[in-house]
């Protein structure tokens, strides 16, 4: 089995703040970190080759230090590491983040699991995963809480759903988003630490993934951010959405929005 996961470089904003004033990041003191729940999806890919046999690659997208984590990534058991990286990248919107993650895929390598995390913990929009799998033309689960190999490429997994478990299965290739409950990540090895300068990194640049370039960067991302302040608390709803019909659950989605004026 090949197993892929994807893993962002975050800015780790406990130790982080927005200036009230400016409405301006704070980044002094806070620094970059493997996203937490992208050591659950490495952990989940790393359980499942000890089970089935295989190879556990991670790839991530982002400025050369983001090798900081593909190293990490290599010294907790992962056997090869991929870096997307090139400036026509910078100003990605989760849009052309997945469009470009998916060139890169595609690129090295065919996968039966592909793990996400379900979110990130900076821009936190919970899109990449869904949007990845969509452009990869596979299955995607969102937040699963748990996973079986069943056999025959079947995977039984649970996701959670307000207060509901769902159970499901699925056919690989396909892709999973994992929440925190899924597992407890391990610790990177001895070894892997020591040997942490040595391991090979694969960069792989716009010019290798052969991208059309107005769907990469700042041209390829329709999102415009209007502007940043700290986050209001605000009255939690559970809105479940259930109708096989795309265009009525996007409009009940909308509809939905405008309820709680989020838009
Ligand atoms: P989520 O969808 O919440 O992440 C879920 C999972 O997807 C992660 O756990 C991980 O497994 C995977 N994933 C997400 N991103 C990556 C990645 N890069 N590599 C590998 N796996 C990944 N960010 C910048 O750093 N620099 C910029 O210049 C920049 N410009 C932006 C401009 C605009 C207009 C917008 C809207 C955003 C910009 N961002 C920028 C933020 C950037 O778009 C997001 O960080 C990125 O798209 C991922 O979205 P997310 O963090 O919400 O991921």
Do not use: H
């Not at 089935?52 to 991530?60: K, R």
């Not at 951010?225 to 939690?236: A, N, S, T």
């Amino acid at each position: 089995m090949n197993f892929l996961v994807c893993v962002k470089n975050v800015v780790d904003t406990s130790k982080m703040r927005i200036d009230p004033i400016t409405g301006r990041l704070d980044r002094n003191g806070a620094k970059s970190i493997i996203n937490p729940l992208d050591l659950n999806a490495l952990e989940a890919a790393l359980s499942l080759r000890k089970e089935l046999g295989g190879t556990v690659s991670v790839i991530s997208m982002g400025p050369p230090p983001v090798e900081e984590i593909l190293r990490d990534s290599l010294a907790r058991g992962a056997d090869k590491a991929y870096l997307i990286t090139d400036r026509k990248f910078g100003g990605a919107d989760t849009l052309a983040t997945s469009y470009t993650l998916a060139a890169g895929i595609e690129k090295i390598g065919n996968f039966d699991f592909i793990f996400c995390g379900q979110e990130s913990l900076d821009s936190n929009t919970a899109q990449v995963g869904p949007e990845l799998a969509g452009l990869l033309n596979i299955e995607s689960i969102c937040s699963i809480v748990d996973l079986k190999y069943k056999g025959e490429n079947i995977v039984e997994v649970k996701r959670k759903m307000n207060k509901n478990v769902e159970i499901l299965e699925v056919k690989l290739p396909a892709l999973f988003t994992v929440s925190s409950e899924l597992n407890n990540p391990g610790y990177p090895s001895i070894k892997g630490i020591l040997n942490k300068k040595n391991f090979e990194i694969i960069s792989l640049t716009a010019d290798d993934l052969k991208v059309d370039s107005e769907r990469i960067g700042i041209k390829g991302s329709p999102t415009q951010v209007r502007g940043i302040r700290p986050i209001i608390p605000v009255k939690k709803e559970n809105i479940s959405i259930d109708t096989p019909n795309m265009e009525e659950s996007v409009n009940l989605f909308l509809k939905a929005m405008k309820k709680i004026k989020v838009i």
